[in-house]
């Protein structure tokens, strides 16, 4: 490990002797003379007693020399299971001992091989052979690298040459799960928090986030429109007392909050959000574990409630995705609140917040509802009307279904009838993106946000004819559009 400290600082490890010098005063440091547990070394570490670490974990790629078996018996050894728990004291003339605590001896191991290879001294002709060792089981294994070859930490055979990039936030999250601060390592620069050489190895222009983390960044950047909204909803729901300067609000409201600027900021997430929901998939495949949400119905307070209990930390530090399966807006009272968080989830972290379209996801649905008129009430007539008409453009190009796990199909209506997909739910990625329109331009799509499962109750003698006729499908009669099914139709399929 001191090698490997020494050669990630860049400092040369040529010098056997002074090598060996600073490991033994780094050992004395642990004040074992025998040797230490896992846990105590990592004690140890943390209480700066041993110091260089952090290097190692700042590399670009592992130190971790991953060596192959030596050929010859010992190979058949390879099963037994890795179980290094105990550091030993470095004799004269080595380096790092990893001892299996269940090998007996104190240098031998149970196949007679030598637990550590030394650092032999560099030949006359300048070369050297760095050799390290470490035991899988009860193999020794080790590295060599002539002088001249490639760095090892810099990619040689051997070494993991996946290349890492380091966090570069810190995040502080109130126990409710609201983001209180956030920082960059390049906001510490001049503090005692990092220093000078840390700043110069990590943040030099090559290690700078390039634009396949920019996703993380914009989901801690406090000052985007996403974060600007969501703080604006924090407003809306909780309560403010009277403090006599004229700031009382009921919960779940706005107060004397400038609309105008709330709309402008929806439009703006509504214009990106169409472009992150257009690029992907008419069938979403997802991994468990996923949440799966069903009708929100304008209900902001029951969203509140399922953030609270499912995501509270924020759903970037939340194991789980989380699915939701339409109908955001109509008959509750804050269709807009809904849709402007999730939009604003969607834009932070969206391979998390998967949102589905459902049958009021449909300007013609809404206008017999309540969301065109909420929107107006909200905004006025002219700004409510945009605000109406920029949610329906993100609604147009929602995704219609998902799978999970390859084995649960999700959808807000049900599954379509057999002749329009040729009993394929792969047929649904078939479906155009934008369907400003789905009952005119595609019925697959309607089918999907429209069919219904047929209740038992309702089987009489004629129905259960006509189910037999088409495949186990009626028309909806409860609807007047698409078709019903019997539940035994989604049985093994």
Known sequence: MYVDICEAKGMSAKDQELLEERAQENWRLFESPDGIFLSAFLTFVGQLKFRGTSVLFRLKHSPIRREPPLPGPQSSSSSSSTNVGHLKKPPRGGLDVIRDEGVEGEDQMDTGGPVVDHLKKPAASGSRILQKASTVGSIPLSVMCEEGDEDPLRGSVGFDNKEYSIATHFVKVHRSGVVADVMTLWDLAGTEAVSGSTLESI??????????????????????????????????EHMLKDDGRGCAKAAFSWGAVDMASVARCFIELCFKAIDVFASEPRLLEMSSPVYVLGDIH???????????????????????????????????????????????????????????????????????????WECVEKFGEQLGVEVWEATNKVFDVLPLAAVIDKKIFCVHGGIPHPDLCEGLISSINDIPTNLPNPMESNLLAWEVMWNDPIRQDDIDASIEEQLAINNGFIDNFARGTAHMFRSSNTAGS
């Open 203 to 236: 943040l030099s222009h090559s290690n700078k986030p390039g634009f396949d983390r920019l996703p993380s960044i914009n989901a801690f950047d406090k000052k985007s429109k996403s974060k600007e909204m969501l703080s604006g909803l924090r407003y809306f």
């Open 298 to 372: 304008g209900n902001f307070r029951d969203l509140s409630c399922f953030e609270k209990v499912l995501w509270r930390m924020g759903p970037v530090l939340t194991p789980a995705k989380f699915l939701f399966l339409g109908d955001y807006v109509d008959r509750g009272k804050h269709g807009f609140e809904v849709v402007a968080y999730l939009f604003a989830q969607k834009l932070l972290t969206p391979s998390k917040f998967m949102l589905i379209r459902g049958n009021h996801e449909i300007r013609v649905v809404q206008e017999s509802f309540t969301y065109k």
